[in-house]
C-alpha cells in the first residue's frame, strides 16, 4: 500500500515561517506530480501548490511570492516552504501525490491525514 505522511504544521504568529514536509512510502513504482491543499473550518478545499516530476511548479495567487514548493525525487518527499504567513493562511494543510504503485499500469492519487498550520495575529 502507498502512504502520504506528512510534518511540519504548527503555532506561529503572524509573518513567521512554517516548513512542511510530505513523505511517500510503499509499493510505488513510480510518482508523478505532487502538491499541497489546505482547507480552513467552514470552506472548501483549495489547491495550494504543486510540482511536477521534472520540478516545474505551479502556486496560488494568494501564496505566491511567500510559499516555495520543492522536492526530493531520492527520497519521493515533497515540501511546502511557508514564510511571511497570515491569519488567513489557517488551515488543515494536505499532501497529495499521483503514484503508479508497483505492478499497476494506472496513476492514483493518494492524499496525506493533513497538518495543522495555525497562525496568529
Known amino acids: 500500500q502507498v502512504h502520504l505522511v506528512e510534518s511540519g504544521g504548527g503555532l506561529v504568529q503572524a509573518g513567521g515561517s512554517l516548513r512542511l514536509s510530505c513523505a511517500a512510502s510503499?509499493?510505488?513504482?513510480?510518482?508523478?506530480?505532487m502538491g499541497w491543499y489546505r482547507q480552513a473550518p467552514g470552506k472548501q478545499r483549495e489547491l495550494v501548490a504543486t510540482?511536477?516530476?521534472?520540478?516545474?511548479?505551479n502556486y496560488a495567487d494568494s501564496v505566491k511570492g511567500r510559499f516555495t514548493i520543492s522536492r526530493d525525487n531520492a527520497k519521493n518527499t515533497v515540501y511546502l516552504q511557508m514564510d511571511s504567513l497570515k491569519p488567513e493562511d489557517t488551515a488543515v494543510y494536505y499532501c497529495?501525490?499521483?503514484?503508479?504503485?508497483?505492478?499497476?499500469?494506472?496513476?492514483?492519487?493518494?492524499w496525506g491525514q493533513g497538518t495543522q498550520v495555525t497562525v496568529s495575529s
Open positions: 497529495n501525490a499521483g503514484v503508479i504503485p508497483a505492478f499497476s499500469e494506472y496513476e492514483y492519487y493518494y
Open positions: 510503499g509499493s510505488i513504482f513510480r510518482i508523478n506530480a
Open positions: 510540482i511536477t516530476s521534472g520540478g516545474n511548479h
